[in-house]
């Protein structure tokens, strides 16, 4: 890794880490993160691959209330390192990148702890009609959380590719990583399954199943039909639904007082007698 590649991928993880809490620009989301991890690290297709991977298991990940989702940020760019430049698989990124989510979830609660202290300042300043100073809180509350992400980042990528990195993944007995596999898998079920329930659109439920069943149809028969034909295929059948069902359509009445050519005639008769 190039002193210029190490350094963003540094900027990426502070991005990502203060995006985490912005919840504004997505860049925390893993498809983004580790797109952009793989583009500084000269492998896209590897980083869209992870990302997309670990995009189905962060799908219904959110922070409701008090209650802290895990951190994708940290998992996305750790993981992203790791793959590229310790020349792991996509599936070994993936498996890391579950605890990895669960380590940046205490680490998240620490850090927004430690927040309060600005939160505090914020108020006197306030009280004091500084609005420097209140911006600077902000921001440093912002700083922090993307150090968060990006020191543990610059450190993994500081030993990645050699063999410190090589043998703690191999120190890692083969039934966690493939538990870990397993317990990714079914995450992916658990996101969709929370985003169906939020969404409560059960009118559209055939077309979930349905998508379901063509892909797996398709995979078993090898008919080389790429996840971008099923979603042209979906995008299709959206449109038809949004044509044909009357829910989307504004139901055409006639005006008060009959067609508006008849009153318009009646109109013009009374005028001319």
């Given at each position: ?19 985490s ?76 990148a ?10 998240t ?45 610059a450190?993994?990528?500081?030993v ?37 329930n ?13 998508g ?36 989307f ?18 109109d ?6």
């Amino acid at each position: 890794m190039s002193p210029l590649q190490f350094v963003l991928v540094i900027l990426v993880a502070l991005v990502a880490g203060m995006a985490s809490v912005l919840d504004e620009r997505q860049f925390h989301r893993p498809l983004v993160a580790c797109t952009l991890m793989g583009l500084v690290l000269g492998n896209l297709h590897t980083g869209i691959l992870l990302g997309g991977g670990l995009e189905l298991i962060a799908l219904g990940w959110m922070n409701v209330g008090a209650a802290m989702a895990p951190d994708a940020a940290l998992a996305s760019t750790i993981a992203s390192v790791i793959v590229i430049v310790g020349k792991q698989g996509v599936s070994e990124g993936i498996a890391i990148a579950v605890p990895l989510a669960a380590a940046g979830q205490v680490l998240t609660i620490f850090v927004r702890t430690i927040t309060v202290f600005f939160q505090h300042q914020a108020d006197n300043f306030a009280a004091k009609a500084n609005f420097r100073g209140i911006e600077l809180c902000h921001f440093g509350g912002l700083a922090l959380q993307g150090l968060r992400v990006a020191i543990p980042t610059a450190a993994v990528a500081a030993v990645a590719g050699t063999q410190i990195v090589n043998q703690w993944l191999a120190a890692i007995p083969k039934v966690v990583t493939s538990g870990l596999q397993v317990a990714g898998g079914f995450i992916v079920v658990v996101g969709y399954a929370m985003v169906i329930n939020m969404m409560q659109a059960r009118v559209l439920m055939p077309f979930f199943f349905l998508g379901f069943v063509v892909a797996t149809f398709m995979t078993t028969l090898n008919s080389g039909i790429t996840l971008v034909a099923l979603g042209i295929i979906g995008i299709c059948l959206a449109m038809i639904y949004v044509q044909l069902n009357p829910e989307f359509h504004d139901s055409i009445q006639p005006p008060p007082g009959g067609q508006p050519g008849i009153a318009a005639a009646n109109d013009l008769d009374d005028e001319l007698i």
